[in-house]
T-cell receptor, first 114, second 114 residues
Framework: AQKVTQAQTEISVVEKEDVTLDCVYE???????LFWYKQPPSGELVFLIRRNSFDEQNEISGRYSWNFQKSTSSFNFTITASQVVDSAVYFCALSPRGDDKIIFGKGTRLHILP | DSGVTQTPKHLITATGQRVTLRCSPR?????VYWYQQSLDQGLQFLIQYYNGEERAKGNILERFSAQQFPDLHSELNLSSLELGDSALYFC?????????????FGPGTRLTVT
């Protein structure tokens, strides 16, 4: 089965705290792609990152970082020094090679409190 | 702004009716994807077109159909509408045909069926 699980439905943190959003995936494919998308209150989904299954290097982009661990089938997303503008729903997604469907997790709603 | 446009922004219609949602992809993108986002089902992939041809199918009902025209814009037709079809419908585009490419989402069309 191919599946993406975001166990955290909703998280609230105070501004400037660090927060990690969890993503666990299931696939039998050896080649696959993982994504994170952000959906701010305006509604439009925004692409954040794509990783392929052969690249386990962690990635940092400003205050955002991603930890990909094949051993635990996880692709977690950390926001450092969170800001109110980070408040959004964040989706993790899986694209298995050879299957052109993309599977989204249910999303994690993140509230950054001032 | 992702460069993907969708019209209309909002649509209110009655059960049993038929509606057409329109999407224009980013300049240069050949793939168009349609998604349905509802509170209970989350973000569900419906269908993908690549350069005018159907490429992949997801959880699309038989009452729904789509097409991509020579100018690459796409339309999603929803017929015999039911209350449960009320949702946010997103269009996304990408440059390649595989779902491993990052997708750029439009602002969505909010459909309310009464």
């Amino acid at each position: 089965a191919q599946k993406v699980t975001q166990a955290q439905t909703e998280i609230s943190v105070v501004e400037k705290e660090d927060v990690t959003l969890d993503c666990v995936y299931e696939t039998r494919d050896t080649t696959y792609y993982l994504f994170w998308y952000k959906q701010p209150p305006s509604g439009e989904l925004v692409f954040l990152i794509r990783r392929n299954s052969f690249d386990e290097q962690n990635e940092i982009s400003g205050r955002y970082s991603w930890n990909f661990q094949k051993s635990t089938s996880s692709f977690n997303f950390t926001i450092t020094a969170s800001q109110v503008v980070d408040s959004a729903v964040y989706f993790c997604a899986l694209s298995p090679r050879g299957d052109d469907k993309i599977i989204f997790g249910k999303g994690t709603r993140l509230h950054i409190l001032p | 702004d992702s460069g993907v446009t969708q019209t209309p922004k909002h649509l209110i219609t009655a059960t049993g009716q038929r509606v057409t949602l329109r999407c224009s992809p980013r300049s240069g993108d050949l793939s168009v994807y349609w998604y349905q986002q509802s509170l209970d089902q989350g973000l569900q992939f419906l269908i993908q077109y690549y350069n005018g041809e159907e490429r992949a199918k997801g959880n699309i009902l038989e009452r729904f159909s789509a097409q991509q025209f020579p100018d690459l814009h796409s339309e999603l037709n929803l017929s015999s509408l039911e209350l449960g079809d009320s949702a946010l419908y997103f269009c996304a585009s990408s440059v390649g045909q595989a779902s491993s490419y990052e997708q750029y989402f439009g602002p969505g069309t909010r459909l309310t069926v009464t």
